[in-house]
């Protein structure tokens, strides 16, 4: 099994798309979880460019990783000047990495056009560059910038750029479809060519205007590249990088080369999702294996199928890479996805119980509720349909004030009142928004009776204009995300009132925990009830 070195430049070519910053500190705890899973390579920044990517290489030389190597990233040196005095060489050599990577144009157009010198100058930068860096003592990855286009433009120059460059001393030739537009046939013959030419290691590095930048790494390494360089999530400039997630999956799981460790894959679901928190973007749902919806069935035959035999409409076990299947409710559903979805609540699989469900979810969503995202009230409705919900509060009212002081501070306080048990509640509590207000107004309330809802927190809230035809009296959908020490769970509320919207989902999530609560605690005392009994006979 050949062995594919995954590359990582999420911290340097990743920020460079739209809505993407890292703050150092941010860096340091990616670079460990990287390092983690098995990266090879972690190119932390361009020293040059600021003073944050010149910080962060200050700080991960303290930090001792057995698995990956991080990289600093840098220029050829400019034209016309000594590369001993050129100050961007200075500061790739004083970030101290054990390896650097060195990006020149393996293209006539672009040296002749954009950097506006000689082909010949062009040639000598790169040589110049790797040399000098060479004989400081540093290994050298090259980057042969636009080298798909150049060898287009000119195959003869992009070869002579490339050998070179293994001429002059760096390890590894990495080829570059920097603009993103070539196709994996292209690529496939290309690099085949160019492994057979250099006496180094050949990698790829590709971007995805065109939609096929993991098409393109994989085609790559089929011809004989050794090294994939992307990007978790696919982040970067203009339509982004090859995405490592997809890379890494199909390397391992579809051609059978060996990446990262062992274990890695089954991380690759947290390590997506934590790089998009880091951000602070929103998942990509239909992202392949690591989305929410990658392993999502809505279609009642597709239900049925995977109800039978999982394979039928799924391409992998998700759990081979962290994730999980989910059946959604809908009002496409049929009596399939229902089954599947109450499943865990064990119910009988009584066909009237099943169209009553049926027809609840449909005359709900029908009013603008959806249910893909909130298995939380999905399950209460499934109780209530059953007849099995007891309500552990009822709400007698609410109120919520929002006041501007006169120094320009927001106040607002909420009100409730609710009755447990043969109890009447009264609670005020002040927040930072009429949400959080109204949450710490009822658990005041509840608390009391209920202490494990202090084990439970509110992680996401998104509204959703539902008619947006009628303006600002447009109904509204609100999601809650909530989450306790074991589970996660979504709930959701719709109303033309915002506030009123918010209070169905907020309830909903407090039901929906104490209802998961008692229904633990009822079956570990069975299990200890059984094993009573079994010692007994």
């Not at 990517?53 to 990233?73: C, G, H, N, S």
């Not at 004083?94 to 672009?110: D, L």
């Not at 009002?331 to 609840?360: C, F, H, W, Y």
Request: net charge negative.
């Amino acid at each position: 099994m050949r062995r594919i070195e995954i590359y990582d430049t999420t911290l340097r070519d990743g920020a460079q798309g739209e809505g993407v910053s890292f703050s150092a500190y941010d860096k340091l705890l990616l670079t460990r979880r990287l390092n983690e899973l098995g990266f090879d390579y972690i190119e932390g920044g361009y020293p040059a460019s600021n003073d944050k990517d010149f910080e962060y290489f200050q700080k991960v030389a303290q930090i001792p990783l057995d698995r990956a190597t991080v990289v600093a990233f840098g220029m050829t040196r400019r034209k016309g000047l000594d590369v001993a005095q050129d100050p961007g060489i200075k500061s790739l050599l004083e970030a101290g990495t054990k390896v650097v990577t060195i990006v020149g144009k393996a293209s006539a157009f672009q040296a002749e056009q954009v950097l506006r010198t000689t082909r010949e100058e062009n040639l000598a930068m790169i040589t110049d560059t790797i040399s000098y860096v060479r004989g400081q003592g540093r290994d050298v990855i090259f980057d042969a910038e636009h080298f798909f286009d150049g060898y287009k433009y000119d195959s003869e120059y992009a070869l002579t750029a490339v050998r070179l460059a293994a001429e002059a001393g760096a390890k590894m030739v990495v080829l570059c479809d920097t603009n993103g537009g070539s196709m994996p046939d292209e690529v496939a013959e290309i690099t085949r060519k160019v492994v057979g030419l250099l006496p180094v290691p050949v990698g790829i590095h590709c971007h995805n205007d065109c939609d096929v930048a993991v098409a393109n790494s994989l085609a790559a390494v089929d011809a004989g590249a050794s090294q994939v360089q992307g990007t978790i999530n696919g982040f970067g400039e203009r339509c982004g990088n090859a995405d490592l997630i997809s890379v890494i999956a199909n390397l391992r799981l579809k051609k059978g080369y060996e990446v990262l460790t062992p274990d890695a894959l089954r991380h690759l679901t947290a390590l997506s999702r934590f790089v998009y928190e880091m951000v602070n973007m929103p998942y990509r749902n239909n992202q392949p294996y690591v989305g929410r919806s990658a392993f999502a069935h809505k279609g009642g035959m597709h239900v049925s199928g995977v109800a039978r035999v999982p394979q039928s409409y799924e391409h992998i076990d998700p759990e081979l890479v962290g994730n999980e299947r989910r059946i959604l409710v809908s009002e496409l559903s049929g009596r399939s996805n229902i089954m599947a979805a109450t499943a865990k609540l064990n119910i009988q699989a009584d066909p009237k119980v099943l169209e009553r469900i049926l027809a609840k979810v449909v005359a709900r969503e029908h009013a603008g509720y959806q249910y893909e995202a909130a298995q939380g009230s999905f399950d209460l409705l499934v109780k209530q349909c059953l007849g099995t919900f007891k309500p552990h509060f009822e709400r007698l009212a609410y109120r919520v004030n929002i006041e501007t002081e006169s120094d320009g501070r927001i106040v607002t306080e909420a009100t409730v009142k609710i009755r447990v048990g043969n109890e009447i509640r009264h609670e005020v509590a002040e927040g930072d928004g009429p949400v959080n207000a109204l949450d710490a107004a009822m658990r005041k309330a509840l608390n009391g009776t209920f202490p494990n809802l202090a084990k439970m927190h509110l992680v996401d809230y998104k509204v959703r204009v539902i008619n947006s035809e009628a303006g600002t009296a447009a109904g509204v959908r609100v999601m809650i995300e909530s989450r306790d020490e074991t589970d996660s769970w979504g709930t959701v509320g719709v109303s033309e009132n915002i506030i009123e919207a918010s209070w169905i989902a907020l309830a909903d999530s407090y039901e929906y925990k104490l209802c998961k609560d008692e229904e633990r605690e009822q079956q570990a005392r069975e299990k200890v009830e059984n094993v009573g009994a079994s010692r007994e006979r």
